[in-house]
């Protein structure tokens, strides 16, 4: 079983990236942002797709979450006192849709 992430205490944003079987995501890029659009944070998922990142205090961010074969996510969230708990769900891509579409970077 792998090692839990550590806890931290004080305004953070911790989970786990998992695909749609509920595996975590190994290697995910999430990165934080603040409602103006600057940069705050960036870390990557350890092998269990688990992830911790502190925040520069309380407030409302834009996280976001991006991993090879998987479409990227980003959600709204706000972050009191208290490390907050928030799983991703990265949903795969397949099929003849996305065929040919040069990968961002």
């Not at 998992?18 to 600057?38: C, P």
């Amino acid at each position: 079983m792998p090692a839990p992430v550590p806890a931290t205490s004080g305004p953070s944003i911790e989970g786990q990236v998992r695909d749609a079987e509920g595996t975590g995501v190994d290697g995910a890029t999430l990165t934080l942002i603040s409602l103006t659009g600057r940069q705050l944070g960036r870390t990557v998922t350890r092998s269990d797709g688990r992830y911790s990142m502190p925040t520069p205090g309380s407030g409302t961010y834009l996280l976001t979450a991006a991993a090879d074969g998987h479409q990227p996510r980003a959600a709204t969230l706000e972050v009191g006192e208290e490390p907050l708990a928030y799983d991703v769900l990265l949903a795969g891509i397949s099929g003849p849709d996305d065929a040919g579409l040069p990968r961002a970077r």
